[in-house]
Nanobody, 125 residues
Framework: VQLVESGGGLVQAGGSLSVSCAAS????????MAWFRQAPGKEREVVAA????????YYVDSVKGRCTISRDNAKNTVYLQINNLKPEDTAVYYC???????????????????WGQGTQVTVSS
């Protein structure tokens, strides 16, 4: 499975940004998908995750209320939109896919089998 992120960039604090991730998998709907981020000197952390058909989502506390993860299984694509961006949202954002048979949403990097190359999101104050 190949994952390719797009949509990162430089945004002013308070603005919005959408990133997307296109997957090569024929059976995209069999994967739990997630967005992680990693800031310089920090560990990679989950931002949001979505179940195989989008019925369930998870958000880390720091983005709750201003972030939406969604997926379009017909397009093999998962999306992340963050509103009211803050400088602390600055990081490389990674798309990840988990092929676990039970469809459970994982929140650890080790739960995910496939990773994109990452896209830089920079929020200026």
């Amino acid at each position: 499975v190949q994952l390719v992120e797009s949509g990162g960039g430089l945004v002013q604090a308070g603005g919005s940004l959408s990133v997307s991730c296109a997957a090569s998998a024929v059976t995209f709907s069999s994967f739990v998908m997630a967005w992680f981020r990693q800031a310089p000197g920090k560990e990679r952390e989950v931002v949001a995750a979505i179940s195989r058909y989008g019925a369930r989502t998870y958000y880390v506390d720091s983005v709750k209320g201003r972030c939406t993860i969604s997926r379009d299984n017909a397009k093999n694509t998962v999306y992340l939109q963050i509103n009211n961006l803050k400088p602390e949202d600055t990081a490389v954002y990674y798309c990840a896919a988990d092929s676990n048979a039970f469809g459970q949403i994982g929140v650890r990097a080790s739960d995910y089998d496939y990773w994109g190359q990452g896209t830089q999101v920079t929020v200026s104050s």
